[in-house]
């Protein structure tokens, strides 16, 4: 059974800086693309920033294009979301999840089969 694990949310002044760790078990994440989704009361679910298995390729949503950096460490099948220079609409739960097919990369949610409970990221005005 493969295991998600988020951690790094919380409560950040506008402007401020959040690094967002996603651990897995139970796959073997190198061969897999990971993404970061958030949602937000009323909205749908949306992908922040993904990337593939081997780290060369990326992907960001407009919203946080520039601000945020996604990165990941096979080794340790550990992901990771840097974000700076928060907005407060950028308040949401944060998902991370392992994509559902070997080598595949993609920022729709229905390519990604295993999910994380979700950290919350709140941002002050």
């Known amino acids: 059974q493969v295991q998600v694990v988020e951690s790094g949310g919380g409560l950040v002044q506008a402007g401020g800086s959040l690094r967002l760790s996603c651990t897995a078990s139970g796959r073997t994440l190198s061969l897999y693309a990971m993404g970061w989704f958030r949602q937000a009361p009323g909205k749908e679910r949306e992908c922040v920033a993904a990337?593939?298995?081997?780290?060369?390729?990326?992907y960001y949503a407009d919203s946080v294009k520039g601000r945020s950096t996604i990165s990941r460490d096979n080794a340790k099948n550990t992901v990771y979301l840097q974000m700076n220079s928060l907005k407060p609409e950028d308040t949401a739960v944060y998902y991370c999840?392992?994509?559902?097919?070997?080598?595949?990369?993609?920022?729709?949610?229905?390519?990604?089969?295993?999910w994380g409970q979700g950290t919350q990221v709140t941002v002050s005005s």
């Open positions: 990337i593939n298995w081997s780290g060369s390729s990326t």
């Open positions: 999840a392992v994509g559902r097919f070997v080598g595949r990369f993609s920022s729709l949610w229905n390519e990604y089969d295993y």
